[in-house]
């Protein structure tokens, strides 16, 4: 028979794990409503602390095909004095066979740890685990976490004040455990799934990004279907292209204004292994310097006024892809220092972004500029150009290439012949010679617009005239008797002068001299000191 002593324990026994189903019940519930870490801590502080006398607490994951744990989280009642390097030691992945991990991981059971006497019986014990005992910890308790699929990690408590925990207390974490496991892996999941919609949507705007490109390219009117010229320059030309083209070397394309350089930027790229991607064009003369950051390297959403969306980069639109750099030689300063480290490093950051981007870019620059002088002149970073320089090729003008100018002409002719919807044109003999004789200053693009020009205010089939500009008159060539040799340093001192008095004095800022010659203020002002020019010298005092 039972007694009343028995019956009041029992009793008593009964509504204390009635208490505990309770909690759990409770527990469990709010834990089910978290959908990230930090709802996820901020449950598990709260409800703890209504619960236990504990300090800290982690929790930590595991991959079992890698056989690795690393921090998942961890919450500080006191942060540490040396948290930068203590986040450090957590950062890093662990072997789950560690001498203490795997205990816990093997357990069905909540395992507690005496530090003191575990550090004393062992001599190897992980890193962290030292630090925690140099960190005042004592006791660690822990259970592992499992839900239906297999091992998710561990929950860890730390003590300072070690042997405070009752039994009721370790059968409470015990029922925690499964339902603490179901959540954490409900986050990692939330969070691989919020990661790939990112990556989407990433691709969706790179995708978006490129068929805009791609539409505001297909309306350019100077687009060659090919390349048209057989003569001896172009084959040393083509040449070189395919001595380049299938490698991912860099090349810069020289030659004066007209000679096609994006023209053999397209033929290096479609001969390349990246043909199948769009080739990205940036022309570095015809955006504002405040904007060619952003339009290169892209920007946050909010990292400067009128920045209300993310954008997309051309070096992230041009991954695994070409970036053709027209005008490379008009890039600022400034940038050029930028644009030096992607080169290096293969990675850039978004203007406003925190995170660096890798990407893969061939680079194809090109300009009308002699960038030695350009460099010896302080207009053009030295690194800069060394990095570019891998693969010159220069163009030849079109007074260089006569032998082209009647198969050009045919091809110019035929083209728009069919735009403006005109039978097909021919050109009389002596506007054939007048072409092969004029110098083309404005090489095969002036010849182009020539040509369609011609095409449009011919009336039959025969061009007898082509519009060509008036030949300015030749300017008088001075005798030797009439001719003075001046020294270098006495002209530049006196065209120097006249620009600082033009500028009123002014030396740097945008009405600068300095501006107005293309030079750094601190260039313009040595030179002004090797030339013994004084601020008295243009300065007027009355």
Known sequence: MTTNTEASALWESLQEREKEQAVLLSFSNDLAAARDKEDLSRIIHQRLTELFVYDDFIICTVDEEQGLHKTFFHFFREKPKDYDFYMQVISESYPVEDGFYNVVLQSAEVVRFDLAKLLKDKKELPQYIQYQYNNGIREVIAIALHNQKGKVGTFFLLLKNPDTFTTQALRLLQGLSYQLAITIANIIANEKIEKQLQEISHYKQQLEEENLYLQEERNVAYNFSEIVGSGTEMQKIFQLVSQVAAADSTVLLLGETGTGKELIA??????????????????????????????????????????????????????????????????????????????????????????????????????????????????????????????????????????????????????????????????????????????????????????????????????????????????????????????????????????LKVCNGRISGPHGAAVKLGLPPTTLISKMQRLGIKKEHFVDRN
Not at 276 to 292: D, F, G, R
Not at 332 to 360: D, F
Not at 428 to 438: D, F, G, H, I, T
């Open 266 to 499: 397209r033929a290096i790229h479609m001969a390349s292994p990246r043909k199948n991607k769009l080739m990205i064009k940036v022309n570095c003369a015809a955006l504002p310097a405040s904007l060619i950051e952003s339009e290169l390297f892209g920007h946050e959403r909010g990292s400067f006024t009128g920045a209300s969306d993310q954008r997309i980069g051309k070096f992230e639109l041009a991954n695994n892809s070409t970036l053709f750099l027209d005008e490379i030689g008009e890039l600022p300063l400034e940038l050029q220092v930028k644009l030096l480290r992607v080169l290096q490093e293969k990675e850039i950051e978004r203007v406003g972004g925190r995170k660096s981007i890798k990407v893969n870019v061939r680079i194809i620059a090109a300009t009308n500029r002699n960038l030695q002088k350009e460099v010896d002149a302080g207009k053009f970073r030295a690194d800069l150009f060394y990095r570019l320089n891998v693969f010159p090729i220069t163009l030849p003008p079109l007074r260089n290439r006569k032998e082209d100018i009647p198969v050009l002409t045919a091809h110019f002719i035929a083209r728009y012949s069919r735009n403006a919807g005109k039978k097909m044109m021919t050109l009389s003999p002596k506007v054939m010679e007048e072409l092969v004789a004029y110098s083309w200053p404005g090489n095969v693009r002036e010849l182009e617009h020539l040509v369609e020009r011609s095409v449009l205010l011919t009336n039959g089939t025969t061009i007898k005239q082509m519009y060509l500009p008036s030949r300015t008159p030749k300017e008088p060539v001075n005798t030797p008797e009439e001719f003075q040799i001046l020294p270098l340093d006495e002209m530049e001192r006196t065209y120097i002068l006249k620009v």
